[in-house]
């Protein structure tokens, strides 16, 4: 496969949605035998939509392409290290090999801040900035008993 | 704020995901003001997206909703404690207080494994399941210094 190819192609992505004004200098290209079947830049201003990394908006329309909610052939091309949300989607898609150019260390010298955010993942709930508090949880198990007793669900 | 009858129609939607057959135990509500501005149940396998859990999409609908990226007004609701993905995304949208109910642990006993998720990204790149490799980085370098230069740039 021709690494090199695909990751300028993800640069590129990036490149141009600054210049087009379509948001944020990230772009991420998935890729299956050779082939790419999903790519997209950063879309979080322009869709109003703070999911919309390029990482996430390219595994949604490569699933969409494909029919299927794995990806566990695909290779993933990214213009910079993943942030949490985008890693956690990675794995949520079964993604086995990401390239990334640019590290997270460079995003931290441009104004994004993605180390915040793992560090907060790793603390202890109470430590983290986010309040998170637990409630009605007796009641929650309920949906639980039912999905485990359910003869018709779809296991991902 | 009623935040019980918020998080009984959390979990209603978790129930009714199961009974109906749309996807996994997992709902979330988001509220701003004392109202509902969005809602969704887990909707990976409906829609074959491994993005589409239950606070990714919420948090999709109330910015599409509202029209804005950021929920800082707002506060999640959720069946089941977020995963690293719907936590980064919670970060991303800056919703500043969550309550959940079912916890990781009730999660990993119906097979649903967030635990190893979180342990993977407090690991060392090369220690991780994934294969992450760097490449070009110098090529990307371009398109962080063209979002430093541009005038027309939306923070975010």
Chains 1, 2 share one sequence.
Not at 35 to 45: C, D, L, M, Y
Not at 52 to 65: D, G, N, P, Q, Y
Not at 66 to 75: A, T
Request: charged residues 25%.
């Amino acid at each position: 496969m021709d690494i090199q190819k695909f990751m300028r192609r993800a640069i590129e992505l990036a490149s141009e949605n600054v210049t087009k004004g379509l948001g944020g200098p990230f772009g991420a290209v998935i890729v299956r035998n050779g082939e790419i079947i999903g790519e997209s830049g950063n879309r979080v201003t322009q869709l109003n939509d703070p999911t919309a990394h390029a990482e996430v908006s390219a595994i949604r329309l490569a699933c969409e392409r494909i029919g299927s909610f794995s990806l566990d052939n695909c290779v993933l091309f990214t213009s910079c290290e993943p942030c949490p949300m985008c890693l956690g989607a990675i794995y949520r898609a079964r993604i086995p090999t990401v390239y990334y150019a640019n590290d997270r260390h460079d995003a931290h010298r441009i104004g994004f801040s993605d180390q915040f955010i793992y560090e907060e993942l790793e603390k202890p709930m109470e430590q983290r900035s986010i309040r998170m508090l637990q409630l009605l949880p007796d009641e929650a198990r309920i949906s639980f008993d039912l999905w485990e007793k359910s003869t018709q669900k779809i296991p991902y």
